[in-house]
């Protein structure tokens, strides 16, 4: 079953806006970290953000920040005022204990920012 | 610059080549990783080392063969590979156990079987 859902194949933002990629996740584990990673066409993953499910708020890391609802089990990534070089996929990615700590990543999300 | 460096950066390679990519990490983590990234599909976790032990094979064919003989090499030996063996191969660091961290990753081997 899949344990990371992705559900938006592709999405556009205008340049300067904001935009959320929506995660969702299942773990009966009650700890858990949930990343956020950044993938260009260049190939190298990039790790952006990070949520421990006991952190009692949202991280955030300059214009990235994680819409964190445990009980939903909803991880969403908002970018604010999105930049040309923002145009990337876009993956979530959950780590616990029932994986053996490994990161089981979800589908992603294919960002294209329009000028 | 990443921590985590992949060579070669492109590979193409005949059925019946023998080849190998390697991984080295220059962060001093003590687990590595191999994922598989195909058009489509979502990132598949090959193989696991954690201080230099494999942990985690999931169930990836023979013809692929890692080694891993320090904490900051990793190789994937390629052997008799098929056409749908084509796609991204990711190398990844972490530090496991206290003080674990995010997986740090390579650029990626783009690996094109003809």
């Known amino acids: 079953a899949q344990k990371i859902t992705q559900t938006q194949p592709g999405m556009f933002v205008q340049e300067k806006e904001a935009v959320t990629l929506d995660c969702t996740y299942d773990?009966?584990?009650?700890?858990?970290?949930l990343f956020w990673y950044k993938q260009p066409s260049s190939g190298e993953m990039i790790f952006l953000i990070y949520?421990?499910?006991?952190?009692?708020q949202n991280a955030t890391e300059g214009r990235y920040s994680l819409n964190f609802q445990k009980a939903r089990k909803s991880a969403n990534l908002v970018i604010s005022a999105s930049q040309l070089g923002d145009s990337a996929m876009y993956f979530c990615?959950?780590?616990?204990?029932?994986?053996?700590?490994?990161?089981?990543f979800g589908g992603g999300t294919r960002l294209m920012v329009k000028p | 610059e990443t921590g985590v460096t992949q060579t070669p950066r492109h590979l193409v390679m005949g059925m019946t080549n023998k080849k190998s990519l390697k991984c080295e990490q220059h962060?001093?983590?003590?687990?590595m990783y191999w994922y598989k990234q195909s058009a489509k599909k979502p990132l598949e976790l090959m193989f696991v080392?954690?201080?230099?032990?494999?942990?985690e094979n999931n169930s990836v064919p023979s013809r692929f063969s890692p080694e891993c003989p320090n904490s900051s090499h990793l190789f994937l030996h390629l052997h008799t590979l098929q056409p749908e063996d084509s796609a991204l191969y990711l190398c990844?660091?972490?530090?496991?156990?206290?003080?674990?961290?995010?997986?740090?990753f390579g650029q990626g081997t783009r690996l094109t079987v003809v």
């Open positions: 990844a660091s972490s530090q496991q156990g206290q003080g674990s961290t995010e997986a740090f």
């Open positions: 990615a959950m780590r616990d204990g029932n994986a053996g700590n490994m990161l089981t």
């Open positions: 773990t009966s584990d009650p700890s858990y970290g």
């Open positions: 949520q421990g499910s006991y952190d009692q």
């Open positions: 080392y954690s201080l230099e032990e494999r942990v």
């Open positions: 962060l001093g983590h003590n687990a």
